[in-house]
């Protein structure tokens, strides 16, 4: 009996990038969910008195914070690019190939510049204090 034709499989894929952009807002979107538990995590221990506020700004201020808090913000930045993106595309507008490679190109553009104003912001522009 003659093997049987397989279905396509990853390996024939070459890098696309719209699958890319794809997944990887899908990514962000998941790591921004799973990030909103700090958030709440953080209301409830203000909402709980200045015992809970003072135990969450402990655990929330430690060193290894801030690397989730930078991971967060390249999320938001580069989501909040793509979901533009997507709303660009619910028009109609854009569709193309060279247009669709042209605006992953700018998504990624425009997250790392939102990326570096957040931060700046957040971190060196936030220390300088009132």
């Not at 790591?31 to 203000?46: H, T």
């Not at 402990?58 to 533009?84: D, E, Q, W």
Request: charged letters at 10%; aromatic letters at 10%; hydrophobic letters at 55%.
């Amino acid at each position: 009996m003659p093997p049987r034709p397989l279905s396509p499989h990853l390996s024939v894929y070459k890098f696309k990038y719209t699958l890319t952009t794809s997944i990887l807002n899908r990514l962000t979107g998941v790591g921004l969910s799973l990030g909103l538990l700090l958030l709440v995590y953080w209301l409830m221990a203000v909402a709980s008195g200045a015992h809970a506020q003072a135990r969450a700004a402990r655990l929330l201020s430690l060193p290894v914070m801030k690397l989730v808090y930078a991971a967060l913000i390249i999320a938001f930045c580069y989501h909040l690019s793509a979901g533009v993106r997507h709303l660009v595309w619910d028009t109609g507008r854009g569709l193309e190939r060279v247009q669709a490679q042209r605006s992953a190109w700018l998504v990624v553009g425009v997250s790392i510049a939102l990326m570096l104003l957040v931060g700046y912001c957040a971190w060196l522009a936030g220390a300088r204090g009132p």
